[in-house]
């Protein structure tokens, strides 16, 4: 019996150790399993790592402007391969060092200043700064920027910066571009204006002619009455008798040559004026329209330059104004004129051979807007032609008649001044409306 019990107990031993061992075996593979795990993804962060070291390393050597990485306490930890040539001193010479001792000692101070206040306000701060170099100063446009980690807090900063040189070389080619475009624009608003004022020579020449022919007639019976009483006053200085200044005087024809000599300097003055006039309006047609805005009336503008396309051209059109007699804009008039001697003379074009060729020239109020509409009874303009109207450069006129350049230039005027050009719907032909900032009540 007490055999038999010392063989069980050690079967049972024998079964505990072996349930022992296994465990320890179990656990060993779980621990060697994690262990492949952590080196499988302590690989995969290394290579992540690795990428992204090449990548800044990538973006450190290719980038042009300087570039320095600070640490929280200023020390330098990586520059951009630009910088050790606007320095002139190796990479290695920089790691570690502050960052102030790479700029101008007058500017180790703003630098400090500016690095407190991006890490405090979380915003960049931008600088003006000269390098520590060997030869010249290197001034810089500075940007600063905290470096912040996942939970927000700053851990350093990242300065970059641009030589001003070649800033203000940028800044320069700029402007002067910008200049060249507003004086090719300038240039063409002139042409464009003397090729309508071309237009208008013939009319020009006739409605000169006749004031100066009146002048000239006038000027002539001037001369006449003058010898008259010139003639008479001889004999009145030489003593001539009461009895033969009489006669002299109804030889003469005296009494009647005084009304005609009021007359005549009536006219003379009345011709001479209406010269003065035609200057004036041709001297208004022809200024460049630069400068600084004033205010004008857009209805006198309006049936000014009118007029003047009509006397300008070869067949007999009637202008029918409606609307408001008075409309005060800001502007620039020379350029608001050149706008309706454009529309103006598109409209006689499109009238053209027709014997009931009729144009009409608007003039309202909306709300703050000034609109001047100027529309004929031509063809109009076909549906698949209106989206390129206001294009340069684009005319449905034969070669030698048109420039294209017309309604574009009159678009671009119009909203220089804060208004538009646009071709509004009628019942037949074409309208065009101008719209302009309304300047308050006529005077």
């Known amino acids: 019996m007490a055999k038999e019990l010392t063989l069980n107990t050690k079967a049972s031993t024998g079964d505990l150790s072996d349930t022992v061992w296994a465990d320890v075996l179990a656990a060993v593979d779980r621990t060697y399993a994690d262990l492949v795990l952590y080196q499988e993804r302590l690989e995969k962060k290394n290579a992540e790592l690795e990428t992204m070291r090449s990548f800044l390393g990538s973006i450190l050597s290719s980038v042009s402007d300087v570039l320095i990485v600070v640490s929280r306490s200023g020390l330098v930890e990586e520059v951009s391969a630009s910088f050790p040539a606007a320095v002139g001193k190796p990479r290695a010479a920089f790691a570690g060092c502050l960052v102030e001792t790479l700029f101008k000692p007058s500017d180790r101070e703003m630098l400090s200043a500016a690095m407190a206040r991006a890490a405090m306000n979380r915003m960049p701060e931008t600088i003006e700064v000269s390098l520590e170099t060997s030869g010249n100063d290197t001034p810089l446009e500075l940007s600063i920027s905290a470096r912040l980690d996942d ?23 700029l402007e002067d571009s910008h200049n060249e475009l507003k004086a090719a624009q300038a240039l063409l608003v002139r042409n464009e204006k003397l090729a309508s004022l071309g237009r208008l020579l013939a009319g020009v020449a006739h409605e000169l002619n006749n004031p100066i022919s009146f002048v000239y007639a006038n000027t002539h019976a001037l001369e006449r009455y003058a010898s008259k009483f010139e003639t008479y006053f001889e004999r009145v200085q030489a003593g001539a008798s009461r009895e033969e200044l009489i006669r002299l005087r109804e030889e003469l024809r005296l009494d009647r040559e005084v009304g005609n000599l009021r007359e005549a300097v009536a006219g003379a003055r009345d011709g001479a004026e209406r010269v003065r006039d035609i200057v004036e309006d041709l001297r208004r047609l022809s200024a460049d329209g630069t400068g600084e805005m004033t205010p004008f009336d857009l209805v006198e503008t ?100 048109g420039t294209g350049l017309g309604l574009a230039i009159s678009h671009k005027i119009a909203e220089e001044h804060g208004g538009a050009l646009r071709l509004c719907r009628c019942d037949d032909g074409a309208c065009f409306c101008v719209d302009l900032p309304f300047a308050g009540a006529c005077p």
């Not at 927000?152 to 030589?163: A, K, N, Q, S």
């Not at 029918?320 to 502007?331: K, L």
């Not at 549906?383 to 450069?393: A, H, V, W, Y």
């Open 151 to 173: 939970r927000g807090r700053v851990t350093g900063h990242v300065l970059t910066g641009r030589p001003l040189g070649e800033l203000r070389k940028a800044y320069a080619e």
């Open 302 to 401: 309006a049936k000014v330059a009118a007029s003047w396309v009509v006397r300008g051209a070869k067949h007999d059109v009637e202008i029918a104004f409606s609307g408001e007699d008075c409309i005060p804009v800001s502007g620039r008039p020379g350029h608001v004129q050149q706008v309706v001697m454009n529309l103006v003379q598109n409209a006689l074009d499109a009238v053209a051979g027709q014997p009931a060729g009729r144009i009409e020239v608007g003039a309202r109020v909306e709300g703050a807007r000034a609109i001047l509409s100027v529309s004929d009874n031509g063809p109009g303009v076909p549906p698949d032609l209106r989206q390129s109207i206001f294009d340069p450069f684009f005319t449905t006129k034969a070669v030698g008649k």
